[in-house]
């Protein structure tokens, strides 16, 4: 599917029949990374897994990158496709936006999943420091497993390398480090509790072992807001669903079993 608004091409990947799910990748992904998650819902859900704007097939220098761009493109998606309100699942900057869409849009989310993501703030300038990591990339490269060295041969490293677009004498990613830089400051400018608290649809909080969450933002989500469920995935960093995919996929299916019986 192919959405046109406000001068900005949304691309999304569309499958199965049943309650709504939507999927949203994390800050320099795409929806690639989140096919074998919506394959593994089709069977009981209608499963959407947009590539947000800036990244993978979608417009990439859309003007605007503000939160509320990223809130309203999840709507406009929603619109496409269903009137019932949907599970939205989302892993780091993606689950801020899903948490700002439950806040400001409860109608449409009857349930909220953040994968690795939290209210979001940033006291250590991480933009600054994400906009130097992505000005060292020596692209193009050159071929799959030279991306694959350079940024680090893990799962996630395998995933972006996996998604690369051949052009211009090598392999490039689907997006501009200016503009995820732009769009991550968004996130970093200010730690959005009062929205957090404002979400009314059932939640859980999914974390890695080995994630980067800020100490004690958990405890306190979970504090804010009792009832809000909290799983620790073993041995998994930032990208559960990369290094841990059954795992993740078992934990997602349990909240989807119970929200929509």
Do not use: C, K
Request: charged share 20%; net charge negative.
């Amino acid at each position: 599917m192919t959405l046109r608004r406000d001068n900005v091409t949304i691309s999304a990947l569309v499958g199965g029949s049943g309650p709504p799910v939507v999927l949203l990748h994390g800050l320099a992904g795409s929806a690639h990374e989140l096919v074998p998650t919506a394959t593994a819902l089709l069977d009981a859900h209608t499963v959407v897994v947009p590539d947000q704007r800036g990244h993978g097939r979608s417009t990439r220098h859309p003007g605007d990158v503000s939160r509320r761009a990223y809130v309203d493109d999840v709507i406009a998606v929603l619109d496409a496709f269903t009137d019932a309100p949907a599970v939205l699942a989302g892993q780091s900057m993606g689950a801020h936006t899903a948490m700002l869409v439950a806040a400001w849009h409860p109608s449409r989310v009857r349930g909220l999943v953040m994968l690795e993501g939290g209210v979001g703030g940033d006291d250590g300038d991480y933009p600054s420091r994400l906009e130097a990591w992505f000005a060292s990339w020596p692209v193009p490269f050159p071929s799959r497993a030279a991306a694959v060295e350079f940024l680090g041969g893990r799962s996630l490293a395998q995933t972006w390398a996996d998604d690369l677009e051949q052009r211009d004498g090598g392999l490039w990613p689907r997006f501009d480090g200016a503009v995820m830089t732009a769009a991550i400051r968004g996130v970093a400018d200010v730690a959005r509790w009062d929205d957090w608290t404002a979400v009314r649809a059932p939640t859980l909080l999914v974390r890695g072992s080995d994630g980067t969450g800020p100490a004690g933002e958990v405890e306190r989500m979970v504090a804010l807001r009792p009832g809000t469920a909290h799983v620790v995935v073993p041995d998994a960093g930032h990208d559960v669903h990369l290094d841990q995919p059954d795992a993740w996929l078992a934990v997602l299916r349990e909240f989807l079993r119970v929200h929509f019986p």
